[in-house]
């Protein structure tokens, strides 16, 4: 097999070879984790949701941009934290990680080692070359691939950083950044093709240090980026705007440390408020923020069902006898987020009626389809399009989890279906979920973790 080359994150003069590393009995263990669920059992209590796992991550990649103490709480322990936070240490970041804590000191970013696998695995390691630029002047980055839901291209990320006077060359899967003529990033107006999260994110990070004002028009408004912008604007930075289309940055010289902490994950409460519509049971859920949830709770509304705002972080969903169907078209937020569309899907194939779900954002974000269908949905899709003909029931099958949302729906759909679903390939699900399995549980579902047989 084609050895892969090293790639490194070279900063100044000082060079971080990325080591080939490929943990092979870690990659076959994972592999044989599996999920083993007896449907048909109603849920009832009380789940608390964890820390959102997309404002973890961009808000770990921040800490770059200060060389004092960031203490980060209520951050879900999840396999992508895991590896963001080996990439940092990576970069020389002093790291410690106790449950929910993160203590994180990015004072000494040198050389060292990072595994080539982590880097090439999480997307989310890109999210460094912001900070980096910012704080060195100058960074290689490895270009992150696509994944299973699409191409995940960054072009708008380069253009807002050459926008702000970084040159940048890609070349052999390095992404090469360097602010021009030395100094600092200088402010500018960058106006976004689309509200890419990611690409606001990037660049809002760089801006903070950068000279002068930056303005990011058409900017993604997404709750993680509002989350991101406040965590800067606790170590210095001076941010208006975020969570609106339009955010305005003044660059200043230097940031220091702060405490930040996360916010509840929106898609981990969407998930648990359609386990609760799809086994028929009032679930409330502790530790959500209601506003981040206005697409969703509009469409259990209109399948059926009560979403109660009990107080400003806690809701309680009230199911229906029957579902009716509704069409679902995945937007930017506040639109209906597209990382709800597959568990919203699993619910809808027990609904009465068609509904036609619309995949906006994502390439290939219907995968989940086929894997319904072999549990008896009634689905045919054509492109980025599903037309999902309601059931009177779901079949257990074993199914294989081909990306992190898809792997939910699997589970939901096993919750509902009548006797035994097996959801195999565990690793996409434990990226993104903090003890799923166990929450679910707790709250009375028949569902077990397993290794399968080897062969
Ligand atoms: C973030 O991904 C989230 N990930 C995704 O969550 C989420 O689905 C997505 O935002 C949309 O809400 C993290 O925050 C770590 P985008 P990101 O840039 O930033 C296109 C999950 O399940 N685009 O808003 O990569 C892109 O191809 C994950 O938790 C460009 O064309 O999303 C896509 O079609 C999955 N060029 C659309 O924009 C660019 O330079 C939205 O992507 C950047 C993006």
């Keep these: 097999m084609a050895h892969s080359l090293p790639h490194s994150f070279i900063q100044e003069d000082r060079t971080i070879t990325v080591a080939v590393q490929r943990p092979a009995q870690a990659v076959a263990k994972e592999d044989r984790s599996a999920l083993e669920i007896f449907g048909g059992?109603?849920?009832?209590?009380?789940?608390?949701?964890?820390?959102?796992?997309?404002?973890?991550?961009?808000?770990?990649?921040?800490?770059?941009?200060c060389a004092d103490d960031c203490r980060i709480t209520n951050v879900p322990k999840l396999a992508d934290i895991n590896n963001m936070a080996e990439i940092l240490k990576a970069l020389g970041v002093s790291l410690k990680h106790d449950g929910n804590t993160l203590e994180i000191n990015a004072s000494d970013i040198g050389g060292s080692e990072a595994p080539y696998e982590l880097v090439s695995r999480l997307r989310a390691s890109f999210f460094a070359i912001g900070p980096l630029l910012s704080r060195l002047g100058e960074v290689k980055i490895p270009l992150p691939g696509g994944c299973a839901i699409g191409?995940?291209?960054?072009?708008?990320?380069?253009?807002?950083?050459?926008?702000?006077?970084?040159?940048?060359?890609?070349?052999h899967g390095i992404v090469k950044a360097a602010v021009i003529g030395g100094g600092r990033l200088k402010g500018a107006k960058i106006y976004l093709d689309c509200p890419s999260v990611g690409a606001t994110e990037t660049l809002m990070m760089a801006a903070t240090l950068a000279d002068g004002e930056t303005i990011i028009?058409?900017?993604?408004?997404?709750?993680?980026?509002?989350?991101?912008?406040?965590?800067?604007?606790?170590?210095?930075?001076?941010i208006e705007g975020a969570g609106t289309n339009t955010i305005v940055i003044s660059g200043v010289e230097k940031l220091h440390g702060g405490e930040w902490d996360i916010i509840p994950d929106r898609i981990e409460a969407g998930t648990f408020l359609v386990a609760?519509?799809?086994?028929?049971?009032?679930?409330?859920?502790?530790?959500?923020?209601?506003?981040?949830l206005t697409a969703v709770i509009a469409k259990l509304h209109s399948v059926g069902c009560k979403v109660i705002t009990e107080s400003d972080s806690i809701l309680r969903i009230i199911p229906a006898e029957t579902y009716k169907a509704t069409d679902i078209k995945t937007m930017?937020?506040?639109?209906?987020?597209?990382?709800?569309?597959?568990?919203?899907?699993?619910?809808?194939?027990?609904?009465?009626g068609n509904s036609v779900i619309t995949e906006m954002m994502f390439e290939n974000r219907?995968?989940?389809?086929?894997?319904?269908?072999?549990?008896?949905?009634?689905?045919?899709?054509?492109?980025?399009?599903?037309?999902?003909g309601g059931m009177p029931f779901l079949s257990g099958a074993p199914v294989m989890a081909t990306d992190l949302r898809a792997s939910a729906a699997l589970v939901l759909a096993g919750l509902a279906a009548q006797g035994k679903t097996t959801v195999q390939q565990l690793r996409h699900l434990d990226?993104?979920?903090?003890?799923?399995?166990?929450?679910?549980?707790?709250?009375?579902?028949?569902?077990?973790?397993?290794?399968?047989?080897?062969s």
Excluded at 217 to 238: R, T
Excluded at 334 to 345: E, H, L, W
Excluded at 366 to 388: D, Y
């Design 217 to 238: 028009e058409n900017a993604a408004q997404e709750p993680e980026v509002e989350d991101l912008a406040n965590f800067c604007c606790a170590l210095g930075a001076k």
């Design 276 to 292: 609760g519509a799809i086994t028929r049971s009032e679930l409330t859920l502790n530790s959500v923020v209601p506003d981040h």
């Design 366 to 388: 219907l995968q989940h389809v086929a894997e319904l269908q072999r549990m008896g949905a009634n689905i045919k899709s054509k492109g980025n399009m599903a037309i999902v």
């Design 332 to 352: 930017p937020f506040p639109g209906f987020p597209t990382d709800m569309q597959a568990q919203f899907m699993a619910l809808l194939t027990l609904a009465e």
């Design 431 to 454: 990226r993104g979920y903090e003890q799923l399995d166990e929450k679910l549980r707790r709250l009375g579902a028949k569902i077990e973790r397993i290794e399968m047989s080897a």
């Design 151 to 171: 191409a995940r291209p960054v072009e708008l990320h380069v253009k807002g950083l050459q926008a702000m006077g970084a040159s940048v060359q890609i070349e």
């Design 41 to 65: 059992h109603s849920l009832q209590g009380q789940v608390t949701i964890s820390g959102a796992k997309n404002s973890a991550l961009v808000i770990m990649a921040g800490t770059l941009l």
